[in-house]
């Protein structure tokens, strides 16, 4: 049976009396921290590749090639294999289990992370690259259907929100290893420039062992249920075809991959490019410091790191701030409120960022921007009916990643637009500026969709 917007007798409200985790036994609690970790791994391998992408160019391309550019083109490959992942894996977890794909999705990402470490050129890079998408991508629709199946429904909404939240400590361990291969090229225990290597090699390592942990997982009992019946019933799980020719499924499916693209394209169309502005104010402030030339790249990296810590503190507390919001005013108002801010502070952040006095800014772009993905953990599982959970999920938060894969080139091609006829450091590094703030528009697709599509606080997961 269709969810009934109106019906009030189903709904479960979030805020029930007590905390949201006060109903959960120590097996809810393992797989909560197991889809967390999956999910933290994730993001940490994620962001090593933003923090070590200039780097890895810079050494792999021959002379006279771009490093933004061919960075750009390898972000645009790995999100394509991320939006490719997706689909697949939140089809098969629908189809085969949550949690046997989840393991399978991490070992994939860890082991083609490390083997980034050992590129050669462009080419086995950008394929290396692609193959982790294909494995990172299908980790979050799989994590958060996981823990939507399996605790219960009044725990949903905060440990939905909390896990995404933690993620942030990934990218945040992520900054601190650039800044400690920043010190070691700085100091040369390691031969400048090549710490982008065992950037990735630490980036394996957790995800890797993280696999062990998940052989104890069981599928969700829910899931289990629903499946034995849906055979019976001749129910499709994890059908595509499912998913967009009914009608119940299509609308929220269609309007919540807009609503991820919107967010998708500003933080991996824009967000993630501030480890290029940072290293490129960093470059300029130490020239006009004296700093010798043999110190400038691990100075740099050191500071890109910094930036990135302080970016992702502040997308913990702006995640956490979004799930208080949408468990007391509600999904849609949490979204609008988030969308907004997330437009002023990538704007401000690439107009005003001029220094390490500036770093500042970074933690309140971080938090406007993360927060939207807060949201997508909360909202696109409340969506789909447990057959098609995972692929409703992984179709919103992923099909949109294909046209996020056109951000970096079309900013890409903006910058060397904006640019052209720019002989100085300066005036390049204003076109960049300029590009990223143009590109920013594409926050207010997220508002278009949010007035199509429904409210879902306070009511149960909808089932068939």
């Given at each position: 049976m269709a969810r009934t917007p109106t019906a009030t007798t189903n709904r479960v409200s979030d805020a029930a009396a007590g905390p949201w985790y006060r109903d959960l036994?120590?097996?809810?609690?393992?797989?909560?921290m197991v889809a967390s970790l999956a999910w933290l791994f994730d993001c940490l391998d994620q962001q090593l590749f933003l923090l070590a992408r200039n780097s890895a160019m810079e050494s792999l391309l021959p002379a006279g090639m771009d490093p933004k550019l061919y960075g750009g083109y390898a972000t645009s490959i790995f999100v394509a294999g991320w939006a490719m992942g997706g689909l697949i894996f939140g089809s098969l977890g629908d189809c085969y289990g949550r949690a046997k794909m989840l393991t399978l999705t991490v070992l994939i990402y860890s082991v083609c992370t490390g083997l980034s470490a050992f590129s050669k050129g462009w080419i086995d890079f950008a394929t290396y690259r692609f193959l982790t998408g294909l494995g990172v991508g299908g980790v979050f629709g799989l994590a958060v259907a996981l823990v939507a199946d399996t605790l219960p429904d009044r725990s949903r909404?905060?440990?939905?929100?909390?896990?995404?939240?933690?993620?942030?400590?990934?990218?945040?361990?992520a900054g601190c290893v650039s800044m400690y291969m920043g010190h070691l090229e700085a100091t040369k225990a390691i031969v400048p420039g090549s710490g982008w290597k065992y950037m990735f090699l630490v980036g394996a390592i957790p995800a890797f062992l993280c696999v062990f942990i998940q052989m104890r997982l069981k599928e969700p009992e829910k899931w289990v249920q629903a499946r034995a019946a849906g055979k019976a019933?001749?129910?499709?799980?994890?059908?595509?075809?499912?998913?967009?020719?009914?009608?119940?499924?299509?609308?929220?499916?269609?309007?919540?991959?807009?609503?991820?693209?919107?967010?998708?394209?500003g933080l991996w169309g824009i967000g993630f490019f501030s480890p290029e502005l940072v290293g490129d104010v960093m470059q300029q402030s130490l020239l006009k410091e004296g700093v010798p030339a043999d110190k400038i790249a691990g100075t740099k990296q050191f500071w890109i790191g910094v930036n990135s810590i302080?970016?992702?503190?502040?997308?913990?507390?702006?995640?956490?701030?979004?799930?208080?919001?949408?468990?007391?005013?509600?999904?849609?108002?949490?979204?609008?409120?988030?969308f907004v801010a997330a437009l002023v502070?990538?704007?401000?952040?690439?107009?005003?960022?001029?220094?390490?006095?500036?770093?500042?800014?970074?933690?309140?772009?971080?938090?406007?921007?993360l927060a939207l993905f807060a949201g997508f953990a909360i909202y696109l599982?409340?969506?789909f009916p447990t057959s098609l959970?995972?692929?409703?999920?992984?179709?919103?938060?992923?099909?949109?990643?294909?046209v996020a894969a056109s951000g970096p080139f079309t900013l890409g091609t903006l910058q060397a637009a904006l640019k052209a006829g720019a002989t100085t450091p300066e005036a390049k590094l204003v076109a960049f500026r300029n590009a990223c703030s143009f590109m920013s528009v594409i926050f207010l697709l997220g508002l278009v969709a949010l007035v199509f599509l429904p409210?879902?606080?306070?009511?149960?997961?909808p089932e068939d």
């Open positions: 036994t120590p097996y809810h609690w393992f797989v909560f909404t905060g440990a939905l929100g909390l896990l995404q939240a933690l993620s942030a400590l990934g990218n945040i361990t019933a001749g129910v499709r799980f994890g059908s595509y075809t499912a998913l967009l020719g009914d009608p119940r499924w299509q609308r929220p499916a269609l309007l919540g991959m807009m609503l991820c693209v919107a967010g998708v394209i302080v970016q992702n503190i502040g997308a913990f507390f702006g995640m956490l701030l979004f799930t208080r919001m949408a468990q007391g005013m509600g999904r849609k108002p949490a979204f609008a409120i988030a502070a990538t704007v401000a952040y690439f107009q005003m960022f001029n220094g390490r006095g500036d770093i500042w800014m970074s933690a309140i772009m971080g938090a406007c921007q599982p409340e969506l959970r995972s692929t409703g999920t992984s179709f919103c938060y992923n099909v949109g990643r294909f409210e879902t606080k306070g009511r149960p997961l």
